[in-house]
């Protein structure tokens, strides 16, 4: 997770709020071609690489990780090298070629384009407005603070192409093309899947955290860091949990799974720690029958809890980084 603004307007400090907490390791600020880019590194895979990464004229500024970087580039340090290396040999068709997670931006001055690309499932924010000016974050609070206006999110799946001059769309791309036929008849390539997808996502540098429920999820994925022995530090909050399900998983994970507690108390802190220090966000129900609201996302105990579980983590082992 890293954080990213861009902007051929001045970016006041202010819009650097919620977006810096993102990337912990390194504010970077450069302006290159009348563009100022500023980037927030959370350092987890390779070297530490200083972004935006400039070379012929093509400015790469990324949030995510690539997981394949070493297939593209075996000698990439780090996993941005592999994405301005693939771009330049294949250009964004070679976007397509990226294992990840991922939201990308890319200044080609040479070609006079602006390319911006999400993974398959935009599991990375990011907002944008090419027009007169052009504003980009992982945050649109920053977009808003540079340039009042409204913003759009890159969807899903999406490389999009602007021109640099006109600020045109010039092409749309998928960057994958699903087939939802099925064909298996058993579970055995979905384990198969499974498993390579945690194991992948599997911190270079640091043990991970996983928020452990009694439900599928998270007992999924804490079945598969135990049974390749990948160390890992496991937090359950047993509160509106299956308890014997629970007792059953720290039984098998031993001392490396803790139970802590969420307390009125720390209901109060946590949700002011959220509001002030984190984006607005909401859980939208409106799609449900029987729900069919919105909820601050900052009241529900889910975000709370998870909240809790990551500062008193932090707190005790500073070196985690990435979150399962």
């Not at 397509?96 to 990308?104: C, H, M, S, Y």
């Not at 052009?134 to 999406?158: D, H, L």
């Not at 937090?235 to 969420?262: A, M, Q, Y």
């Amino acid at each position: 997770m890293c954080g990213i603004i861009i902007s051929d307007l001045v970016i006041p400090k202010n819009a650097y709020k919620f977006v810096e907490k993102r990337g912990p390791d390194n504010t970077n600020e450069i302006s290159y071609q009348d563009i100022n880019f500023v980037h927030f590194l959370l350092h987890l895979t390779g070297k530490i690489t200083l972004q935006p990464l400039i070379e012929n004229n093509i400015v790469c500024i990324f949030n995510g990780e690539i997981y394949n970087y070493k297939e593209i580039l075996p000698d990439a340090n780090s996993d941005v090298e592999s994405i301005l290396h693939i771009y330049k040999e294949k250009g964004v068709e070679g976007l397509k070629e990226l294992d990840g997670e991922f939201a990308i931006v890319i200044f080609d001055f040479n070609r006079n384009e602006i390319i911006l690309s999400s993974d398959i499932f935009h599991t990375k924010p990011l907002f944008y407005r090419i027009d007169e000016h052009i504003v980009i974050s992982s945050y649109e609070s920053a977009c808003q603070i540079i340039n009042k206006n409204t913003y759009k999110s890159i969807n899903p799946n999406e490389i999009i192409v602007f021109d640099l001059f006109t600020r045109e769309l010039k092409q749309k791309l998928d960057i994958y093309e699903f087939d939802l036929e099925q064909k298996n008849n058993n579970y055995e390539d979905y384990i198969t899947a499974f498993e390579k997808a945690v194991i992948k996502r599997y911190p270079e540098h640091c043990k991970p955290l996983v928020t452990l429920s009694s439900g599928l999820d998270s007992g999924a994925i804490a079945c598969c860091l135990n049974k390749f022995n990948k160390p890992s530090v496991f937090v359950s909050i047993p509160k509106n949990e299956h308890i014997p399900t629970l007792i059953s998983r720290s039984k098998i994970l031993g001392n490396t799974h803790k139970f802590i507690d969420l307390t009125s108390n720390d209901k109060s802190y946590y949700f002011n720690h959220l509001s002030n220090n984190s984006e607005p966000c909401i859980w939208d129900w409106r799609y449900h029958k029987r729900l069919n609201h919105i909820d601050n996302a900052f009241n529900m105990c889910t975000m709370m809890s998870k909240s809790k579980i990551i500062t008193l983590t932090k707190s005790n082992e500073p070196d985690i980084k990435f979150l399962f």
